[in-house]
């Protein structure tokens, strides 16, 4: 079988039908473009053919390109490769557009339409955009849009020339730029599509056996074509597209390359005539690829979280699909995993010390799904669907029937052995009882079960409903099944996991903390904040160390310390830090709940600024560090704990480091990850990096030898540990 098939109806409609044999979704591929553009040249030979249809044979009309071919092109044939495909794309779709019709009159065409019944992203809607009207489906559930630059890379297959020049450099803007998603209707509005029918099929059929010469020619291929809005050398364009590079500056802080080549190529291709402002599209696609940036992101954040999403490192065991969840602890993050859960179609038993605490936890969903009301993201039905699902009790006996509990009361060993063996009196043998914890050993938890093969950690990170990525952590006794109804778990609440071994702050808040150490020991040291902020920024940290650390609350950093302090005794490496962290409590300043912390806030809670007396109660030195100096403690401090975290067996997969890096707590997203951005460094560099700092800062920096040992094998991480090779002992 093929990805394209056709067939010509007795009206003379040729129906092009996209259906990638063995995939949920359609993916573009090199035979695909091939097939497709053999489907084209036969359909516009035909006199038999009066008009064309190209939809799909699945639920949805595609995804995009098959990523993984593009990484390939990439690896054998380098740029000339790279460019050689797209030039090929960029030749089907233009002769989907043109449509056989006579260069000079612009007569003689053949209309083509295309039919979408339902998501179309990327390619999916680049290739629409190149026929001559696009119908979709009336259907809430689709997408609509060009997220490519969410991995890294841009429209790069007339996408991005063809939605400049037909909405016009600033409505074009947020779709290319931001990624930005709509659905059908929110699609025909912004002007992207031009129909939202019952039966798109259908309706294509009809319009293009009644289609004339001049409604099969694009406004660029029209004598007389002006750009909305205004081309560059025009005033108002001008102002765009000054406006627009602030913009991408602004919100990427240079660091993004896939942003600047895509406004690059926006403006150099709106001078010059629609063909060459292709091959510009083309080159500067060409480049993104061949910058390190895009693989690495392209790496992460498509091919190796659908990886671990569809469960890569999951035991080889029967299904552990969640039919009955139970909840401890009705506070934030029970209400929040409720939620999910619910949302995800799992009855939920949510339990807490008090009926009120309980009925509030409940109440949280409400809140949450009367919001999406009033923005149209659901329904009445969907609400009372969604609540008839959540049981909010204090009784223990409903967990009855329950094959998987989700601890999330108080961070207190002895609070959570309670309530396990609560639980334990009342649920099936078969369950798996998952603990909530970010900092707790999970081993110490487990010895309240009676049970530890089946007792698991899930750290989920706040808030539940938005944050992508969940932490499972296995502890030493914890068995494949437990594991594998984790994983099965997060799947069904359409979160991305990682799996990591028990230890100390395992693996996120491993790395996350010497971050936020590192921003508060340079304030202790003098450090101008508004550089150890704006440092952070420009290396693609989402938030300084001080931000971050007023919007996890400083008193939980204390907390955190002190337990850590009292855990290590003298081998505690961090009381430079507690002199600044205990000094901020001390003045009530506890971060963003409290409205005061390292920034200053209004009485709404904004944010206004850093605190205007920091300067005096941690006086800046006259000898400010270098931007760069600043940047490689603060990227450091994470890269070489990833780093100790494989090396110590905490991390058993890079791919899960990388992803879980960026996903919880947003470490720079355009290298990939921390080992990403070591790869890219070289471990050679990186180690001349680390040992400067060490000299300099301390041993908190010391090279690992993991690390040391690649520099001088001349190793890089993906190399060694990459997908198809097992971690080295």
């Not at 063809?162 to 002007?191: F, H, I, N, T």
């Not at 698991?456 to 969940?470: C, E, Q, Y």
Request: with cysteine; proline share 5%; charged share 25%.
């Amino acid at each position: 079988m093929t990805d394209f098939t056709m067939q010509t109806d007795a009206e003379g409609v040729a129906t092009i039908t996209w259906d990638v044999p063995g995939k949920s979704m359609n993916v573009l591929s090199e035979e695909g473009i091939r097939t497709l553009d053999g489907l084209i040249d036969q359909a516009l030979a035909d006199p038999a053919v009066k008009g064309i249809v190209i939809t799909s044979g699945k639920p949805d009309f595609a995804a995009g390109m098959d990523l993984n071919v593009i990484g390939a092109l990439k690896e054998k044939g380098g740029a000339e490769a790279i460019f050689g495909l797209v030039s090929q794309l960029h030749a089907v779709l233009r002769k989907i557009e043109r449509a056989g019709m006579d260069p000079k009159t612009l007569k003689g065409g053949k209309p083509i339409a295309a039919a979408l019944p339902g998501t179309a992203l990327g390619i999916g809607l680049e290739l629409p955009l190149a026929t001559h009207r696009v119908f979709a489906a009336d259907n809430p559930k689709a997408k609509i849009g060009l997220p490519e630059i969410m991995v890294g890379i841009f429209p790069g297959a007339g996408g991005t020339t063809r939605l400049v020049r037909k909405l016009g450099a600033m409505q074009a803007a947020p779709l290319l730029l931001e990624g930005k998603l709509s659905d059908p209707k929110g699609a025909k509005s912004a002007g992207i599509i031009d129909e939202v029918v019952a039966d798109p099929v259908a309706a294509a059929h009809e319009w293009v056996l009644k289609a004339t010469d001049a409604d099969i020619v694009k406004p660029w291929d029209a004598k007389g074509y002006k750009m909305p809005g205004g081309a560059p050398y025009h005033p108002a364009g001008f102002m765009t597209f000054l406006g627009a590079n602030a913009m991408v500056m602004g919100k990427t802080m240079g660091v993004y390359p896939a942003a600047r080549a895509l406004l690059s190529a926006v403006y150099e291709g709106a001078q010059v005539p629609f063909d060459t402002a292709l091959r510009i599209e083309a080159r500067w696609f060409t480049n993104v690829l061949m910058n390190p940036s895009s693989g690495n992101m392209i790496r992460s954040l498509f091919i190796n979280k659908e990886a671990l999403e569809k469960g890569a490192n999951r035991p080889d065991v029967p299904d552990e699909k969640v039919r009955k969840v139970g909840i401890l602890g009705a506070g934030m993050m029970g209400a929040g995993i409720a939620y999910v859960s619910a949302m995800a179609g799992i009855e939920v038993v949510l339990i807490d010390a008090k009926q009120e605490a309980a009925d509030k936890g409940k109440a949280y969903s409400t809140g949450l799904l009367d919001k999406a009301i009033s923005r149209k993201k659901s329904t009445e039905e969907k609400k009372a669907e969604v609540l008839g699902r959540i049981t909010a009790t204090t009784d223990y006996a409903a967990l009855e029937g329950c094959d998987l509990i989700v601890e999330a009361v108080f961070e207190d060993v002895g609070v959570k052995a309670d309530v396990t063996k609560k639980a334990e009196a009342v649920i099936p043998q078969t369950a798996i009882f998952a603990t909530n914890t970010s900092t707790l050993p999970i081993g110490e938890l487990a010895k309240a079960s009676t049970r530890p093969e089946q007792f698991i950690g899930i750290h989920f990170f706040s808030p539940v409903d938005k944050m992508m990525l969940v932490e499972i952590i296995k502890g030493a006794q914890t068995g494949p099944r437990a594991v594998a109804k984790a994983l099965d778990f997060v799947r069904q609440i359409r979160k991305t996991p990682i799996v990591v071994n028990d230890a100390r702050f395992f693996y996120a808040n491993r790395c996350i903390i010497p971050y936020i150490n590192e921003g508060i020991r340079m304030v202790g040291e003098g450090v101008n904040p508004t550089l150890i902020e704006n440092a952070a920024k420009m290396m693609g940290m989402p938030l300084g160390p001080l931000q971050l650390v007023d919007e996890t609350s400083i008193d939980l950093g204390v907390k955190i310390a002190k337990a850590t302090r009292a855990a290590m005794g003298d081998a505690y490496p961090d009381g430079a830090v507690d002199e600044v962290i205990f000094a901020m409590a001390d003045k009530g300043r506890m971060g963003k709940k409290a409205n005061a912390g390292f920034y200053a806030y209004d009485e709404a809670g904004k944010r206004l600024g850093l605190w205007d007396e920091l300067g005096a109660n941690w006086p800046q030195s006259d000898d400010q560090p270098e931007l760069t100096e600043v940047q490689h403690r603060l990227m450091m401090a994470q890269a070489l704990e990833a780093v100790r975290a494989l090396e110590a067996g905490v991390l058993e997969d890079i791919r899960e480091g990388d992803v879980g890096a960026i996903l919880g707590w947003g470490f720079a997203p355009w290298s990939g990850g921390p080992f990403g951005w070591l790869d890219m460094l070289g471990a050679e560099r990186a180690v001349q990096v680390a040992d400067a700092l060490a000299e300099t800062h301390g041993e908190r920096f010391a090279a690992p030898a993991l690390l040391r040992e690649m520099a001088q094998k001349g190793e890089s991480f993906y190399g060694r540990f990459g997908a198809d090779r097992k971690r080295a002992a």
